[in-house]
């Protein structure tokens, strides 16, 4: 792995690996081409962003003839959303670029890749850790179970919610992992069973694809993620009613966002996992099954689901007094 700080410019010379067993900078840009042309799909949904995606990717992200919609964007000849009739949006990027803003409009580096990767697994180690340590502190201190749980679970729960930050991160800037093992690293927390690593990474950005403004859900196509935004916009029905909350959305339909989350419909939640499974891949041509299901999307989901699901569990009695 590449010793210098992430942030650091890559120089002219080629980097290698001190161990051979280990990727270089180089070498995890040649395997992330090699990803591309595998996993097409998240080629195709990057091109659709705004930013026109990763400068990786092969054949410039587009996606093969026949595919569905599921991995294009809907719009009109005119390049106007169906929905709304709004064209849909280029970045507004300045034009001379100013110096103190060109990191923002900047692609990462391979060794900036390779450093978010670092950072999740130093993540799931820490988790992993704090488990044992949990574990360990509960067989010393037995008859201080409730000291034992609230130090670990404030810490724990803070470790998990920066996870996801972090996942989301990695999974907008470097998609792949250096090694395929970490694909099973990124939020084994979540649930008892959630998407794989790249199906992840294409639900949320099947969401970006469709949704360019937070105020119109589904604006460029179907959303994953629509369910949720629809019960909070019961739940601020502005201009509709005399006042700004309709009281219906606020019991029902906005106080359940919370349970629903608890539930598994989020990114990495098990009914998300089943909502995004329904919807994808598309059918094939005459309503036939997808031509890749067999033999790709269903062995990579029932391997995932069987790593999850297979890690030892142990119980532990519920303190009686």
């Known amino acids: 792995m590449p010793s210098n700080e992430p942030l650091l410019q890559k120089s002219a010379a080629p980097k ?35 930013d026109q995606g990763d400068p990786h990717m092969v054949n410039n992200g587009k996606a093969p003839e026949g595919e569905g919609k ?21 970045p507004n990027k300045p034009d001379p670029m100013p110096p103190e803003l ?13 450093y978010m990767w670092n950072i999740l697994t130093l993540i799931f180690v820490s988790q992993c850790s704090m488990v044992i340590a949990y574990c360990a502190a509960l067989a010393c201190f037995p008859d201080y179970w409730w ?4 130090m670990f679970g404030g810490p724990f729960a803070y470790i998990c919610i920066q996870n996801i930050y972090i996942d989301h991160d990695v999974m907008h800037g470097a998609t792949f992992p250096p090694y395929d093992w ?14 794989p690593w790249k199906e992840f990474v294409l639900e949320h950005n099947r969401h970006h694809a469709s949704t360019v ?3 119109m859900q589904g604006e460029f196509g179907w959303d994953p993620e629509e369910f949720q ?41 098990a ?9 994808f891949p598309d059918e094939g041509a005459g309503g036939k099954c997808n031509k890749e299901f067999w033999k790709k999307w269903l062995p990579r989901r029932a391997n995932f689901v069987f790593h999850q699901t297979s890690r030892p569990k142990r119980g532990y009695t519920w303190p009686s007094g």
Request: proline content about 6%; aromatic content about 18%; charged content about 25%.
């Open 229 to 269: 935004y629809w019960m909070l916009e019961w739940t601020w029905r502005r201009g509709k009613y005399p006042f700004p909350i309709h009281p219906f959305g606020l019991v029902l339909t906005g106080g359940m966002l919370p349970w629903i989350h608890f539930f598994g419909l989020n990114d990495t939640g």
């Open 271 to 279: 009914l998300f996992a089943l909502e995004w499974y329904f919807h």
């Open 182 to 195: 970490q694909e099973y690293i990124t939020h084994p927390f979540s649930d008892f069973f959630s998407l």
């Open 70 to 90: 599921m991995l294009k964007i809907e719009k009109d000849d005119s390049n106007r959303s169906k929905k709304t009739g709004r064209l849909f949006p280029t």
């Open 16 to 50: 290698r690996a001190k161990l051979s067993v280990l990727y270089g900078a180089d070498e995890y840009l040649e395997e992330l081409k090699k990803k591309y042309e595998v996993d097409h799909e998240i080629a195709a949904l990057k091109a659709c962003m705004p």
């Open 213 to 215: 403004d937070l105020l």
């Open 102 to 114: 060109a990191f923002l409009f900047t692609k990462i580096s391979p060794e900036q890749m390779m």
């Open 147 to 150: 000291t034992c749980t609230v």
